[in-house]
């Protein structure tokens, strides 16, 4: 069984950093592309980013290019969003996601997700 | 980036009755496109793929279509569970989702 665990959310100032952790089972991550989304509170869904089974491609939304940063370790089965400057409009939930091994795919497995709160 | 464009943002049905949601591409997408049914509080559900392809689990009533940069989700009878939100992506290249369809009891 498939298995997506985030960590790492809670409450930063603005301007702050906060990193976040996505432990995987079930299948073999090696082989996996992997991918955050995100949900601000009462919105829609937002794709965040996502980096190839080896890490050497990755993808950022216009909104967070330049401070996200996705990466991955295949050692532990664990995928990373460093998150820095943060700002208000980045308070949401976010969730861990993956499907095909490939990098453009739909999303067959989902996270309980984490939530990150930037305020003051 | 592929920006998709959902229609309308709203719909209310009554249940039993039939319901049709749009979403548009700035692009062709080709058939690389999803749908997603999501429940206050849950995370998202995978309900088609490949624009047409209903995941495991998904009951018939659900049907995709399309290809290009048009597609339609419909809900051929709208049963008490099938009120939520609904979002498309497409996964041509990387990813993008749309704004959502709220189906609402009418």
């Known amino acids: 069984e498939v298995q997506l665990v985030e960590s790492g959310g809670g409450l930063v100032q603005p301007g702050g950093s906060l990193r976040l952790s996505c432990s995987a089972s079930g299948f073999t991550f090696s082989s996996y592309a992997m991918h955050w989304v995100r949900q601000a509170p009462g919105k829609g869904l937002e794709y965040v980013s996502g980096i190839s089974s080896n890490g050497g491609s990755t993808d950022y939304a216009d909104s967070v290019k330049g401070r996200f940063t996705i990466s991955r370790d295949n050692s532990k089965n664990t995928l990373y969003l460093q998150m820095s400057s943060l700002r208000a409009e980045d308070t949401a939930v976010y969730y861990c996601?993956?499907?095909?091994?490939?990098?453009?795919?739909?999303?067959?497995?989902w996270g309980q997700g984490t939530l990150v709160t930037v305020s003051s | 980036e592929i920006a998709m464009t959902q229609s309308p943002a709203t719909l209310s049905v009554s249940p039993g009755e039939r319901a049709t949601l749009s979403c548009r591409a700035s692009q062709s997408v080709s058939s690389n496109l999803a749908w997603y049914q999501q429940k206050r509080g849950q995370a998202p559900r995978l309900l088609i793929y490949g624009a047409s392809t209903r995941a495991t689990g998904i009951p018939a009533r659900f049907s995709g279509s399309g290809s290009g940069t048009e597609f339609t989700l419909t809900i051929s009878s709208l049963q008490s569970e099938d009120f939520a939100v609904y979002y498309c992506q497409q996964y041509n290249n990387w990813q993008t989702f749309g704004g959502g369809t709220k189906v609402e009891i009418k």
């Open positions: 996601v993956n499907g095909r091994p490939h990098a453009s795919t739909y999303f067959d497995y």
